[in-house]
């Protein structure tokens, strides 16, 4: 993508249309003419006339209005797609589905850029389309016949390695390509499983492969950087309904429509007609409650909790925690804003936010919490502006106790220290390392010492740095580039570096490291975490489908987890599935739990 593009304008504040200088109109050119055999079309910048086909599409609302239209003719080539968009911002355009018409207008390369993005650094895929475009309806025809998209028809491998603007496009190899190949065209999916939920966006994920990294409850599940699961597709009903899906549920029979790409989520089905959505009455899970001799250690990521949010998100957590998670002894939570929420007014004392949650917990017949947490520095540790979350313990009093011990703050790191042949904190609660660079605005963990039954037990909640800036799974560079990944590492190993303190001082202590890392179970970060066998994860005694805390872009995959030392022993583990999966969510985090024995 060379420095001769021009920009012919913007779309909307996330997208620009590129072009490049024009040259003289092009006859007889067909829609696979435009489109060509790679995913920038080889008539970019020119203006044709005249380019015929039937509308098989139309879309009034959102930031790119206009039609689809597709060549009832296709030229054989199974890498030119015969689908192509007209964009027209001006008006809704005087066409139906089935007119006949002919186009005339400028080649141009879609891109949906983030801020402080551009078409040249982007790592999302372009849409070819015609802008400045003006059409003759001709007559009406039939609309061309959709093509079905099945378990068989696209491939498992899901991108080649590369630039894919600069590479020819192999459908018959790769999942990107195929669906490039097809792009704009009419193609349809019959009786789909949803695998992620319908978003506040009006939008649902699909499988077309039913068995692809399948979990019990109909989940596709992430299982590694190679496994992307390439049947995942976005529906995004046009003009049309939309169910309120969870996943696990059916789309019955047929759905249909344009294929087009959206940077939230690569790859869409825009749906001109839709299944039968099929609810399969997949609910909220409740655990078990912990025998009297076990510690119930949970984590819960709240989704940015603020003293602010409507009593209506307290009752419903309280009762996640309360009822499906029958009242864990300890629980570390994240996202825990201020007071006054994402009000930037220099206020970081929560005791309000919390306050309210444990009063709603209380009233949803769960025990009477108590809390532990450090105040921010005031817009240090990342997160929505002026909400300066952090994480926090509740506790309950009548069956653990908190050691507190003074001396941690914001700033101040927390140190394994020994005493009478054990370990212990040098502050209770304090935090890890909070100056290191790998913490710049980000959350710091929060360490705290209890006592349960007798015996030590340290708990160490996370928080670890967002995604944010990674390349997405279907973008054009490929294999996409994991940029955040550097300084989860960094986190991971300043936690690690303070576990192995403990243990050097204590070979037998029962350490817990919980939170959501916001990474994978394979991931470097968590390989950082039990290098060496210091600690190990608690999900490896689930089926590898089944360790899940969080659906995204129809992916099932685990960012929360929770770790433990070989001092802690057994240990009886469970994801409680309260909303990753459900269009209805309190938090768009799953919490989990760990028994303990110590």
Same mark, same amino acid.
Request: charge should be negative.
């Given at each position: 993508?060379?420095?001769?593009?021009?920009?012919?304008?913007?779309?909307?504040?996330?997208?620009?249309?590129?072009?490049?200088?024009?040259?003289?109109?092009?006859?007889?050119?067909?829609?696979?003419?435009?489109?060509?055999?790679?995913?920038?079309?080889?008539?970019?910048?020119?203006?044709?006339?005249?380019?015929?086909?039937?509308?098989?599409?139309?879309?009034?609302?959102?930031?790119?209005?206009?039609? $689809?239209?597709?060549?009832?003719?296709?030229?054989?080539?199974?890498?030119?797609?015969?689908?192509?968009?007209?964009?027209?911002?001006?008006?809704?355009?005087?066409?139906?589905?089935?007119?006949?018409?002919?186009?005339?207008?400028?080649?141009?390369?879609?891109?949906?850029?983030?801020?402080?993005?551009?078409?040249?650094?982007?790592?999302? @895929?372009?849409?070819?389309?015609?802008?400045?475009?003006? $059409?003759?309806?001709?007559?009406?025809?039939?609309?061309?016949?959709?093509?079905?998209?099945?378990?068989?028809?696209?491939?498992?491998?899901?991108?080649?390695?590369?630039?894919?603007?600069?590479?020819?496009?192999? &459908?018959?190899?790769?999942?990107?390509?195929?669906?490039?190949?097809?792009?704009?065209?009419?193609?349809?999916?019959?009786?789909?499983?949803?695998?992620? &939920?319908?978003?506040?966006?009006?939008?649902?994920?699909?499988?077309?492969?039913?068995?692809?990294?399948?979990?019990?409850?109909?989940?596709?599940?992430?299982?590694?950087?190679?496994?992307?699961?390439?049947?995942?597709?976005?529906?995004? &009903?046009?003009?049309?309904?939309?169910?309120?899906?969870?996943?696990?549920?059916?789309?019955?029979?047929?759905?249909?429509?344009?294929?087009?790409?959206?940077?939230?989520?690569?790859?869409?089905?825009?749906?001109?007609?839709?299944?039968?959505?099929?609810?399969?009455?997949?609910?909220?899970?409740?655990?078990?409650?912990?025998?009297?001799?076990?510690?119930?250690?949970?984590?819960?990521?709240?989704?940015?909790?603020?003293?602010?949010?409507?009593?209506?998100?307290?009752?419903?957590?309280?009762?996640?925690?309360?009822?499906?998670? =029958?009242?864990?002894?300890?629980?570390?939570?994240?996202?825990?804003?201020?007071?006054?929420?994402?009000?930037?007014?220099?206020?970081?004392?929560?005791?309000?936010?919390?306050?309210?949650?444990?009063? =709603?917990?209380?009233?949803?017949?769960?025990?009477?919490?108590? $809390?532990?947490?450090?105040?921010?520095?005031?817009?240090?540790?990342?997160?929505?502006?002026?909400?300066?979350?952090?994480?926090?313990?509740?506790?309950?009093?009548?069956?653990?106790?908190?050691?507190?011990?003074?001396?941690?703050?914001?700033?101040?790191?927390?140190?394994?220290?020994?005493?009478?042949?054990?370990?212990?904190?040098?502050?209770?609660?304090?935090?890890?390392?909070?100056?290191?660079?790998? $913490?710049?605005?980000?959350?710091?963990?929060?360490?705290?010492?209890?006592?349960?039954?007798?015996?030590?037990?340290?708990?160490?909640?996370?928080?670890?740095?967002?995604?944010?800036?990674?390349?997405?799974?279907?973008?054009?560079? @490929? &294999?996409?580039?994991?940029?955040?990944?550097? @300084?989860?590492?960094?986190? =991971?190993?300043?936690?690690?570096?303070?576990?192995?303190?403990?243990?050097?001082?204590?070979?037998?202590?029962?350490?817990?490291?919980?939170?959501?890392?916001?990474?994978?179970?394979?991931?470097?970060?968590?390989?950082?975490?039990?290098?060496?066998?210091?600690?190990?994860?608690?999900?490896?005694?689930?089926?590898?489908?089944?360790?899940?805390?969080?659906?995204?872009?129809?992916?099932?995959?685990?960012?929360?987890?929770?770790?433990?030392?070989?001092?802690?022993?057994?240990?009886?583990?469970?994801?409680?599935?309260?909303?990753?999966?459900?269009?209805?969510?309190?938090?768009?985090?799953?919490?989990?739990?760990?028994?303990?024995?110590?």
């Amino acid at each position: 993508m060379g420095s001769s593009k021009v920009l012919a304008g913007a779309l909307a504040a996330c997208g620009v249309l590129v072009v490049l200088p024009g040259s003289a109109a092009a006859a007889e050119v067909r829609i696979h003419d435009v489109q060509g055999a790679g995913r920038v079309s080889p008539l970019l910048g020119q203006r044709v006339s005249g380019v015929p086909g039937v509308v098989t599409g139309v879309r009034t609302e959102g930031t790119a209005p206009g039609f $689809w239209f597709q060549d009832p003719e296709p030229d054989g080539d199974p890498r030119t797609s015969e689908g192509l968009f007209v964009y027209a911002p001006d008006a809704p355009p005087r066409v139906a589905v089935g007119d006949v018409v002919a186009v005339s207008g400028t080649v141009a390369e879609y891109y949906a850029v983030g801020d402080g993005e551009q078409p040249e650094t982007t790592p999302n @895929q372009s849409v070819t389309e015609l802008s400045g475009a003006n $059409w003759e309806v001709t007559g009406t025809a039939p609309v061309p016949a959709a093509e079905p998209i099945t378990p068989d028809s696209v491939p498992d491998a899901y991108a080649p390695d590369g630039e894919l603007d600069a590479l020819p496009l192999d &459908p018959a190899r790769f999942a990107l390509d195929y669906y490039e190949s097809r792009e704009h065209m009419n193609v349809s999916v019959t009786d789909a499983r949803v695998v992620g &939920p319908t978003d506040a966006y009006g939008a649902l994920t699909v499988t077309s492969k039913p068995e692809q990294n399948a979990g019990e409850r109909g989940t596709t599940t992430y299982l590694g950087y190679d496994e992307p699961n390439s049947g995942r597709l976005k529906v995004e &009903p046009v003009g049309l309904p939309v169910p309120a899906a969870n996943v696990g549920d059916e789309l019955a029979g047929r759905t249909e429509g344009p294929l087009d790409y959206s940077r939230f989520g690569g790859y869409l089905l825009a749906a001109t007609a839709l299944g039968e959505h099929r609810p399969v009455g997949v609910e909220p899970e409740v655990t078990r409650a912990q025998d009297p001799d076990e510690l119930a250690v949970a984590t819960y990521n709240v989704e940015n909790l603020a003293g602010t949010d409507e009593q209506s998100k307290f009752d419903r957590l309280a009762r996640g925690v309360a009822v499906n998670l =029958a009242a864990p002894d300890v629980i570390a939570l994240e996202e825990v804003q201020d007071d006054t929420g994402a009000t930037d007014d220099g206020v970081v004392a929560a005791d309000g936010t919390l306050r309210r949650l444990v009063d =709603a917990i209380a009233a949803a017949g769960g025990p009477r919490y108590e $809390w532990r947490q450090i105040d921010p520095v005031d817009g240090a540790d990342g997160g929505q502006p002026g909400g300066n979350i952090r994480v926090a313990f509740l506790f309950d009093p009548t069956r653990v106790s908190f050691v507190d011990r003074p001396g941690g703050d914001a700033v101040t790191p927390v140190r394994a220290v020994p005493a009478e042949g054990r370990a212990e904190l040098s502050a209770s609660p304090g935090r890890i390392a909070p100056a290191d660079p790998a $913490w710049e605005a980000s959350r710091k963990p929060l360490v705290g010492e209890f006592s349960f039954r007798g015996e030590p037990v340290f708990v160490v909640a996370n928080h670890f740095t967002s995604k944010g800036g990674d390349q997405p799974l279907h973008g054009r560079f @490929q &294999p996409p580039a994991r940029e955040s990944e550097r @300084q989860r590492v960094e986190q =991971a190993r300043l936690v690690r570096g303070l576990v192995a303190d403990l243990t050097a001082i204590d070979p037998g202590a029962k350490v817990v490291v919980t939170g959501d890392l916001n990474d994978f179970g394979f991931s470097p970060a968590v390989s950082a975490l039990t290098e060496g066998g210091l600690l190990s994860s608690a999900a490896d005694a689930l089926p590898p489908v089944e360790r899940y805390s969080y659906v995204y872009e129809g992916n099932a995959q685990a960012l929360d987890h929770v770790l433990t030392t070989p001092g802690v022993g057994r240990v009886d583990y469970d994801v409680v599935h309260v909303n990753a999966e459900f269009a209805d969510q309190t938090s768009d985090h799953d919490p989990q739990l760990a028994r303990l024995r110590p």
